[in-house]
């Protein structure tokens, strides 16, 4: 059951691995930067955001349910009081997959209006995965293989924004108390970032974060200034930039697109020490990290 579970899950990350490195440059640019020196890329954790309400289709839960159906299970959790958020992180079923990294803003600290917001917008999300198909992605090897790829398929078109587009005033709105707030009504559940995992790249010339964030940088990247965590530390983290795309506003009975902030590439670097490696998080890095997608 492992076996499909994992070949299930390596499809979908394929899937959702195309459609952000189309849209975010500087992961292509990370890929050939590996690719001409022989090195491998091994994703260390996806990450993901929501909002935490009394609604349907919101919260941790309503994107992690299906990933734990296939053998996902939570192994951390983080609060992050500063900014009225919660994560939780969750091991793979499998050492070949990543990590996933999934956080939720507690709508209830919101101010009245931005509550309002928010609610309005999860109160029209789409349906997500049935009970039904949670039973067949938890018992997949019995799936007749069309079902299976029916069920790919529903799942991978998910990962977007489940609600109609908002109007230009409420993300405008929302971003004056909460940039993840913003960020989450007009991305809605896209991924927010990939990550690479230094430590297994195998290659001598990016042996460590310092000297791959050098090569992006040279590679014309824009980078996190800092690297989270001191050399020698269990997890150093750093990202490039996040890029701009353009986003669906409604501006009266129209939709148009505006630029706003998308996702980031991450670097994550677990050295071992004595023997093992650290395959959790650490609140004040992760901190630092949500603030990669506020706006200049």
């Keep these: 059951m492992i076996i499909a579970h994992t070949a299930f899950l390596e499809r979908l990350f394929d899937c959702l691995w195309q459609e952000y490195r189309e849209r975010v440059s ?5 890929e050939d930067l590996l690719l001409a020196r022989g090195g491998t890329f091994r994703n260390d954790h996806v990450a993901f955001r929501t909002f935490a309400a009394q609604s349907r289709w ?3 839960a309503a994107l992690s349910r299906p990933f734990e159906a296939l053998g996902y299970r939570a192994a951390g959790a983080y609060d992050f009081p500063d900014k ?3 994560s939780v992180h969750f091991t793979p079923p499998s050492e070949n997959l990543p990590k996933l990294f999934v956080s939720e803003l507690r709508t209830w600290e919101l101010s009245p209006r931005a509550r309002r917001i928010v609610l309005k917008a999860t109160a029209r999300s789409a349906p997500r995965l049935s009970d039904a198909d949670l039973a067949g992605l938890s018992d997949l090897p ?4 069309r079902r299976r790829e029916q069920l790919l398929r529903r799942w991978a078109s998910q990962f977007a924004r489940p609600w109609p587009a908002p109007t230009r005033s409420d993300a405008a709105a929302l971003e004056r108390e909460s940039q993840f707030a913003a960020w989450t009504l007009l991305h809605g559940h896209s991924v927010n970032h990939f990550t690479a995992a230094v430590h297994a790249q195998g290659v001598d010339a990016l042996a460590d974060i310092e000297l791959t964030a050098a090569a992006l940088k040279a590679a014309g990247v824009p980078m996190k200034p800092e690297i989270e965590g001191e050399p020698g530390s269990r997890l150093r983290q750093t990202s490039t930039r996040a890029v701009v795309v353009p986003v669906e506003m409604r501006a009266g009975a129209r939709v148009v697109k505006k630029p706003w902030t998308y996702a980031y590439f991450e670097l994550a670097e ?7 490696r650290f395959e959790g998080f650490l609140g004040s890095q992760a901190s630092s990290l949500f603030e990669m997608t506020r706006r200049s």
């Design 270 to 276: 677990r050295p071992l020490i004595d023997g093992r």
């Design 26 to 30: 500087y992961a292509r640019v990370y």
């Design 58 to 60: 919101t919260g941790i």
């Design 84 to 86: 009225s958020l919660t």
């Design 142 to 145: 019995k799936v007749a293989a």
